[in-house]
Each structure stands twice: as structure tokens, then as C-alpha cells.
């Protein structure tokens, strides 16, 4: 990938297996700030991402996007597990749990495909998800809002 500039996110690539599970964890961490200006100073200025049918280009409109994201998706709080790693890219998969405006929840189960510049910072995210109706009753997120803890079980622990 193109050096963006002296723009920096570390950890930076070749990952390690140590940089690429620091790497995701510093984007759940980030993700569940529901903080969108803050989530996408994690990407290039020209990031290309594919969010399940939308398609995106630039910090700008990923911004947009994920405002119009958490505006829908309430109560959001996300699990990411590092899948695969190599050189500049890392897999990872997903689950969120959120309601809607009407009260009810949801789980959300994905894959994501991250390419990153040699300053850390990502340059194309492509994300498949899917959503599955759930009862409050089925919540397996239970943390209060914000990030994770580090007790809290992780995705292959909770069997997902």
C-alpha cells in the first residue's frame, strides 16, 4: 500500500501474531467508544471499505456512515477475534448485539478483511455480516457501555 503521509497507528505491519491480536483489539476498543470522528481517524484518508451492500470511500464518509449506524443500533457492544494474519493484512470475525428503536435486539455475526499502509493505518475494510433476531433473555454482552473488560469472555469462549 501507498504511504499515507507520517500519519501513525501502531501497532504496523508485518504483523506478528502478538501485533495482529494488539491490532484488533485496538479497533473493538475503539469501535465500542461508538465514537465515529474517533473510529475513523483509523483509516487512511482514501479508505475503501465494502460494508455488507455499501460501498465507501474516504474518513469522511465512514464517519457518516457510522453515525448513521449507531443512530440505528443501540445499546451496540462488540466482540472481534483475530481469524488470520500475514504481512500487511489481518481476518478477523464478529459479533455485536444491539436493539433498535423499538426494543428489539439483535445479534450481528461478521467477517472482515483488513489491508493495512505501512503507517498502521487501514486502507480497505471489507465486512460481510449478517443479523439474527434475539430475545434480551439470549444477550450475551453484559458490559456496560464502552470497552470490553478484560475478564469478560471473549467469542470462542462464549461458544459463538
Known amino acids: 500500500m501507498p504511504e499515507t503521509g507520517t500519519e501513525q497507528r501502531p501497532p ?14 485496538a479497533a473493538e476498543d475503539a469501535w465500542n467508544t461508538r465514537g465515529p470522528r ?4 483509523a483509516y487512511t484518508p482514501d479508505s ?6 455499501e460501498f465507501l470511500t474516504g474518513r469522511d464518509r465512514i464517519a457518516d456512515f ?4 449507531w ?3 443501540l445499546d451496540y457492544r462488540l466482540i472481534k477475534e483475530l481469524w488470520a494474519y500475514g504481512g500487511d493484512r489481518i ?16 445479534r450481528s455475526y461478521g467477517n472482515e478483511n483488513w489491508e493495512f499502509d505501512r503507517n498502521g493505518l487501514m486502507a480497505e475494510r471489507h ?8 430475545t434480551a433473555a439470549e444477550r450475551l454482552f453484559h458490559w456496560p457501555l464502552g470497552r470490553r473488560p478484560d475478564d469478560h469472555p471473549g467469542l470462542t469462549d462464549l461458544g459463538l
Open 12 to 25: 504496523l505491519p508485518p504483523f506478528t501474531e502478538e501485533t495482529a491480536h494488539r491490532k484488533v483489539r
Open 38 to 41: 474517533r473510529v475513523a481517524l
Open 48 to 53: 475503501r471499505w465494502r460494508n455488507r451492500s
Open 66 to 69: 457510522l453515525t448513521r449506524k
Open 71 to 73: 443512530q440505528r443500533e
Open 91 to 106: 481476518a478477523v470475525r464478529f459479533a455485536y448485539e444491539w436493539h433498535d428503536g423499538d426494543g428489539h435486539w439483535y
Open 127 to 134: 465486512a460481510s455480516i449478517n443479523d439474527l433476531p434475539i
